[in-house]
């Protein structure tokens, strides 16, 4: 009877964190659909005028709807993290509130990072395979920045500036993090886009954020113990 019952109570637990990462990463797929639907269209474009008029919406968009949404995407991965959702478990929109603004802010000043690199990509895409090379290895510095920015903008209270400083130096200052997460996120989003896109809407961004913000989590805590 015991293990029949540790069974169920196992199996409830696997429901449990598979109803609460399909939820939320369904509300914030769908914060993101003005942005999905630009991204497909801009799949079928057939010449480069019709890819730059989807473009510049995706980079309009950018700022105000992937980043606030992801960012509270990453609340409720530091919330599972760190168990908080035992205390006090707030729901994705009052994340998306609550950090709105500076993941805006966030959001403006890695667009155009985002822009600049890609723009350097195409650009030398066909002219210089060395500097392609420069900057594709910049991109993956930039994605893990990016992913540590949206860690660090829901995990403490700081100016902007600060913010941005503080994820830099981290991305910068661990080799292991930033392997782990440019691995594990390259992996995930590999295996969802070529193998399994139906994941992408039900799973896929809340894991991608759970296991990235473990990542950082642990880092955190470790940073601490060496300074105490």
């Known amino acids: 009877m015991g293990k029949q019952s540790g069974f169920m109570g196992g199996m409830y637990a696997v429901s449990e964190w598979i109803a609460k990462f399909s939820l939320t990463n369904l509300a914030w797929f769908a914060m993101n659909l003005p942005i999905v639907v630009l991204v497909l269209s801009l799949l079928d474009a057939r010449d480069q005028g ?15 709807v992937f980043f606030p949404a992801t960012a509270a ?10 168990k908080d959702y035992m205390v006090e478990n707030k729901s994705y929109w009052s994340y998306y509130r609550e950090n709105y603004l500076q993941s805006v802010a966030g ?6 990072l985002w822009v600049i690199v890609a723009v350097d990509i195409y650009y030398f895409y066909e002219s210089s395979t060395i500097l392609t090379g ?21 995990h403490v209270s700081l100016p902007f500036r600060k913010l941005v400083k503080r994820s830099f130096f981290i991305t910068l200052g661990s080799p292991l993090l930033f392997g782990t997460i440019a691995v594990t996120n390259g992996f995930l989003l590999m295996v ?3 193998m399994f896109p139906v994941i992408i809407p039900v799973f ?6 759970f296991l990235s913000f473990s990542a950082y989590y642990r880092f955190i805590i470790a940073v601490k113990k060496e300074e105490e």
Do not use: H, Q
């Open 50 to 64: 019709e890819v730059l008029i989807l473009l510049i919406p995706i980079i309009l968009f950018a700022p105000v």
């Open 73 to 82: 995407l990453f609340a409720k991965a530091r919330e599972w993290v760190r």
């Open 107 to 112: 959001g403006l000043l890695f667009t155009l």
């Open 134 to 154: 420069v900057f594709l290895v910049t991109s993956i510095l930039l994605y893990v920045f990016t992913v540590n920015f949206f860690a660090t903008v829901v």
């Open 192 to 194: 969802s886009v070529y």
């Open 204 to 209: 896929t961004g809340a894991i991608v954020a």
